[in-house]
């Protein structure tokens, strides 16, 4: 969870990094990576963004939980708004 938090304050990850992020959120078992992965993804251009939080939207592991969604929606939309 630390990891992806102080890899993504910078605001931008290596090149070689990014694609990591994006299979974490595709595999992560534990919660609060993923909800940590949500959370970074907003502070990452959205090249880097969107994919980690396509991975996180695919899983249906944290459908019925009560604010994960809502996380996956704010990482999911702020790059976007950050580009127009």
Same mark, same amino acid.
Do not use: F, I
């Given at each position: 969870?630390? &990891?992806?938090? +102080?890899?993504?304050?910078?605001?931008?990850?290596? #090149?070689?990094?990014?694609?990591?992020?994006?299979?974490?959120?595709?595999?992560?078992?534990?919660?609060?990576?993923?909800?940590?992965?949500?959370?970074?993804?907003?502070?990452? #251009?959205? $090249?880097?963004? +969107? #994919?980690?939080?396509?991975?996180?939207?695919?899983?249906?592991? $944290?459908? &019925?939980?009560?604010?994960? #969604?809502? +996380?996956?929606?704010?990482?999911?939309?702020?790059?976007?708004? $950050?580009?127009?």
């Amino acid at each position: 969870m630390w &990891t992806v938090r +102080l890899l993504a304050d910078e605001g931008m990850v290596a #090149p070689q990094v990014a694609p990591r992020l994006a299979s974490l959120a595709a595999t992560e078992q534990n919660v609060e990576v993923r909800a940590q992965l949500a959370c970074s993804a907003k502070r990452l #251009p959205a $090249d880097q963004a +969107l #994919p980690v939080a396509r991975n996180l939207l695919k899983r249906d592991k $944290d459908a &019925t939980d009560k604010r994960l #969604p809502l +996380l996956y929606l704010v990482g999911y939309r702020s790059p976007l708004r $950050d580009q127009s």
